[in-house]
């Protein structure tokens, strides 16, 4: 088992429409080639919004092969136009992280 952690800036011009989009469509979709939400959060640093996720994977394999069926799901393409052309950009900056366990974590 490994987890996911991903980081996305997000803009408060547009902060509702960005929460939106994800509860109502990413969620949802993502959830069709097994995407497991571990929990979803949102913080400021550095004078930044982030909107901030953890997913759970049984292996990166997995992991990967979902990520690019998502990428490639022309639903979730169709959504990010027109949220797009009505909000503007939603995100900038992404980070992600490949949470691997040590030999003596604790079982999450």
Not at 1 to 28: G, W
Not at 84 to 92: C, L, N, P, R, T
């Amino acid at each position: 088992m490994i987890h996911q952690l991903r980081v996305y800036e997000i803009f408060e011009t547009n902060k509702a429409a960005f929460h939106a989009r994800f509860r109502d469509h990413a969620i949802r979709i993502m959830k069709r080639y097994g995407f497991d939400f571990v929990a979803l959060w949102e913080t400021q640093t550095l004078g930044r919004t982030e909107f901030v996720y953890m997913l759970r994977w049984p292996d990166e394999q997995t992991m990967t092969a979902a990520w690019e069926k998502f990428m490639a799901d022309s639903e979730w393409s169709e959504i990010k136009e027109k949220t797009a052309a009505e909000s503007g950009d939603m995100v900038g900056q992404i980070t992600e992280r490949v949470l691997r366990p040590t030999d003596y974590s604790a079982v999450i």
